[in-house]
């Protein structure tokens, strides 16, 4: 019989593994359907939409899951540093995936077009501005956020094979 065993690593892993999900599951619903949806609205309709939908998002549930992970991957390669070979790539790759794929596009990629379109004043702008504005941050945020999508995908992936892992680690 396997008991549970609730050390630091294990807590902070399981926690990692949960928020990385969480996030994974939020950029694929919003690849699959969020972005496909509002991208069938007419130009003024689906600035509007993501206008509100941005404002809307940063609230603090938003903040933990998002972004938690950065620090829990950070934690996870200090108290995995001395696991087998195998468990601290998976662990470096998973964090390096997150960080970078998931936080630095996000600050560098997605929040710069998000700010664009939040100072803009849509209700002001002619129709032209408004189709030049969709032009500019329509696909270029699609682009960004396929790359969080699958950098969260494959950081979560990897997060529970770790945790496989290291239960097959404790059990031999």
């Known amino acids: 019989m396997t008991t549970l ?40 309709g689906y600035l509007r939409s993501f206008q509100e939908m941005n404002r809307s998002i940063i609230n603090p549930t938003f903040i933990l899951v998002f ?44 929040v710069p077009l998000n700010e664009l379109l939040d100072k803009t004043d849509l209700m002001q702008a002619s129709t032209e501005e408004i189709k030049l504005l969709r032009d500019k941050f329509e696909s270029k945020w699609n682009s960004y956020h396929l790359i969080r999508t699958l950098c969260a995908t494959l950081s979560f ?16």
């Open 67 to 110: 972004f938690g992970p950065v620090f829990l991957h950070i934690a996870n390669i200090f108290l995995f540093r001395t696991s087998s070979s195998a468990i601290i790539w998976m662990v470096v790759a998973s964090a390096a995936l997150y960080i970078i794929g998931v936080g630095l596009v996000t600050f560098f990629g997605n």
């Open 5 to 44: 065993n609730f050390d630091t690593q294990t807590i902070v892993v399981v926690l990692a593994t949960l928020l990385t999900g969480l996030t994974a599951g939020l950029c694929f619903t919003w690849n699959n359907a969020v972005t496909p949806g509002v991208g069938q609205l007419v130009d003024m």
């Open 157 to 172: 992936l990897l997060l529970i094979l770790v945790c496989l892992s290291r239960n097959n680690t404790i059990n031999t």
